[in-house]
């Protein structure tokens, strides 16, 4: 039975890890809010992770899903979401060089710039526009610097699933009070459910070797045409969704005007993609009703 350490395990993407654990290991899960098997640990404390691996591994893996992903909050914050997206990637990668085991980082689409015109693969330029791709990115390359035999950073986007706050969400929740919806229509990337992703990142970890990986599921959609599909997969009728730009809807942070990612490297991997989009929305909408 392999032992398993899943950061971020009480967040949307962690939570599902442990709900899709292989046959094969046993995972324990980590977080500063409480209710996980090993309780509140600060990730960015080299003595906290260290007594971490020592009461609860050994370990023969770690998947790590815990980060600052309030976007538009690190623009103003970006000292306190760098030490949790970079300097704790930086730790936790030294502790499992150190032991010998793989780390699965989780990370993010706005480490590019947008201005591309097809999918972005994993050996394209990066060029993050706001705080949280650049605290991203930077935990990428803190993790490939402490542990480069080991790292498999996986990006991925546009994420919903059964626990947390999520786009498919508020737009349901909008849609009960408000005849007419207004949605960002130019910005481009691949919505993807962590019921996809989470089975993805268990074969990164058990599968992969060290490097970048690619993870959504398949096909494109603006924020407006996932809108629409969502209420129309919710049933939801009379609701009217106008399209936008983003210069109307301005945001403090700064996202990719298109940001779909490439994924036939984990394709290959694991001889599979992950769902097309509608089909995985329609799937997620009629497991967990909004």
Avoid at 244 to 252: D, I
Wanted: aromatic share 6%.
């Amino acid at each position: 039975m392999r032992r398993v350490l899943v950061s971020g395990a009480a967040g949307m993407l962690g939570s599902e890890l442990l709900l899709q654990v292989p046959r094969d290991c046993e995972a324990v899960g980590t977080d500063l809010a409480s209710g996980v098997r090993a309780g509140g640990v600060d990730l960015a404390d080299p003595a906290a992770v260290e007594r971490l691996f020592r009461e609860h591994g050994p370990f023969e893996g770690v998947i790590h899903c815990a980060a600052f992903t309030a976007v538009d909050l690190a623009e103003e914050r970006e000292a306190d979401a760098l030490r949790v997206n970079a300097e704790a990637s930086r730790v936790l990668a030294r502790v499992c060089a150190r032991a010998a085991i793989p780390l699965v980082l989780v990370s993010t689409d706005f480490v590019f710039d947008g201005h591309g015109t097809r999918p972005y693969r994993e050996d394209d330029s990066v060029a993050p526009l706001s705080a949280y791709g650049r605290t991203k990115l930077a935990g990428e390359r803190a993790a490939q610097a402490e542990h480069p035999r080991g790292t498999r950073i996986v990006r991925t986007q546009w994420l919903y699933g059964p626990r947390g706050k999520h786009f498919p969400g508020t737009i349901h929740g909008l849609a009960k009070t408000r005849p007419e919806l207004t949605v960002v229509s130019d910005q481009r990337g691949s919505p993807t459910t962590t019921l996809e992703l989470a089975p993805a990142l268990w074969d990164v970890l058990m599968l992969g070797e060290a490097g970048v990986y690619h993870a959504a599921c398949e096909g494109s959609a603006t924020w407006h045409e996932l809108a629409c599909a969502t209420l129309e997969f919710s049933g939801v009728r009379g609701v009217k969704v106008l399209p936008c730009s983003t210069a109307e809807f301005p945001r403090p942070a700064r996202r990719p005007a298109y940001s779909v990612l490439d994924c036939a490297k984990l394709a290959r991997l694991r001889g599979k993609t992950l769902l097309p989009w509608r089909d995985a929305l329609a799937r997620f909408l009629e497991s967990n009703p909004l």
